[in-house]
């Protein structure tokens, strides 16, 4: 069951499996229902109308992105080989409580089809693939959609206090093109795989999965709401387990595709 958002003439409004939803759906209440109360609302406000055109970033402008790191032993791997500040990421991926970090306000969202951007100010940029948990105002998962966390490598390498600056910019962040509405157990295996094209042609292709995650979805939505509500729901990148070696930078022109079981997210890298 995927919930996607839409432009339909002078307004933005929400689809199930490409029918519009009734004006009258509202993401907010969505986000204030348990898991078992979430298929019988969306099917109650399903209408026969068809939805048209690429859907929008599946977020509403008032939400929150925050992202988790160091989930996978890849992502401490390449950390640990980048930075100068030894043992560091090691720490964080042994640690019982993980890395949590703002990412994006939902009004700063990209969609796909739409420009993700690099830094000027930075020589190593990379995509980064991760599943995005929906999470509702109780700290309950609802669903997941593909994520691209874009990030500036060296300026996190030069010092993780720069992790701000490396992951918070125009552009840097990437939903879509759906939701998947399914349980958090549906989401253990689920096949994450990045291509990234360059004038036609294939220049980088990595391939993970979601089983390979250190931690469990649940427990990273618990530690990012134990001590901060959402009452209008929040969404929450996992991590990522697929990181290009360091002889590779994204570049202007760049095509960048995330596929995470049937969802796909292409984004092309704008100035």
């Keep these: 069951m995927i919930l996607t958002r839409h432009q339909s003439e002078e307004t933005e409004r929400w689809a199930l499996e490409g029918y519009l939803l009734s004006p009258e759906f509202d993401f907010k209440q969505l986000c204030c229902l348990h898991p078992c109360e979430v298929l019988s609302y969306l099917n109650s406000l399903r209408t026969d109308e068809q939805a048209a055109g690429n859907p929008l970033a599946p977020i509403e402008k008032y939400q929150e992105v925050w992202a988790c790191g160091v989930t996978y032993s890849r992502s401490r791997d390449a950390r640990e080989a980048e930075t100068d500040i030894k043992n560091i990421y090691d720490r964080v991926y042994e640690a019982k409580r ?35 948990l929906l999470i509702n105002s109780f700290g309950e998962i609802l669903g997941y959609c593909a994520g691209n966390d874009v990030s500036s490598r060296n300026i996190e390498a030069e010092n993780p206090l720069y992790l701000p600056q490396a992951k918070m910019y125009d552009g840097s962040c990437a939903l879509g093109p759906g939701i998947c509405m399914t349980k958090a157990e549906q989401m253990r295996n689920l096949a994450i795989q990045l291509v990234i094209e360059r004038e036609g042609k294939i220049i980088f292709r990595g391939d993970t999965s979601t089983s390979r995650i250190k931690r469990s979805f649940e427990e990273l939505a618990s530690y990012l709401t134990v001590e901060m509500t959402f009452p209008c729901g929040v969404f929450l990148l996992t991590g990522t387990g697929i990181i290009p070696d360091e002889a590779f930078s994204l570049t202007v022109g760049d095509k960048v595709t995330i596929t995470i079981d049937k969802l796909a997210l292409e984004n092309r890298v704008e100035p």
Aim: no cysteine; net charge positive.
């Design 98 to 132: 993980p890395e949590l970090f703002f990412k994006a306000v939902g009004w700063r969202v990209r969609g796909t089809h739409s420009a993700i951007r690099i830094r000027k100010d930075s020589h190593w940029n990379v995509p980064e693939p991760e599943l995005a």
